[in-house]
Nanobody, 128 residues
Framework: QLQLVESGGGLVQPGGSLRLSCAAS????????IGWFRQAPGKEREGVSCFSASDGSTYYVDSVKGRFTVSRDNAGNTVYLQMNNLQPEDTAVYFC?????????????????????WGQGTQVTVSS
């Protein structure tokens, strides 16, 4: 059974950077679609970035384009979300998710959220 654990959250000043990690156990992530989601207090969960293992395509929500980057390690066990130029509106609990998803676009993955495995979340707070 795939298990995911996020880490790397914290408090950072506006303009700062953080790198979130999503470590998998029980399976490698080589064939899994990956999603990064966030939920701010009082707001609905939002798909930040989704990655397709089948074709390598990646989607970023408009608000993070050019600032956030998804990557994975060569062993296929950890996925990262590099977040640069963080702003107060990026404050949220960030979750990673994974599943063997196919036949839908990466944008649809971030909207529909067809992921069965979720991490526990890591808090990101951007404040001066």
């Amino acid at each position: 059974q795939l298990q995911l654990v996020e880490s790397g959250g914290g408090l950072v000043q506006p303009g700062g950077s953080l790198r979130l990690s999503c470590a998998a156990s029980g399976s490698t992530l080589d064939y899994y679609a990956i999603g990064w989601f966030r939920q701010a207090p009082g707001k609905e969960r939002e798909g930040v970035s989704c990655f397709s293992a089948s074709d390598g395509s990646t989607y970023y929500v408009d608000s993070v384009k050019g600032r956030f980057t998804v990557s994975r390690d060569n062993a296929g066990n950890t996925v990262y979300l590099q977040m640069n130029n963080l702003q107060p509106e990026d404050t949220a609990v960030y979750f990673c998710a994974a599943d063997l998803v196919g036949r839908i676009t990466v944008q649809a993955m971030c909207v529909i959220s067809p992921f069965g495995s979720w991490g526990q979340g890591t808090q990101v707070t951007v404040s001066s």
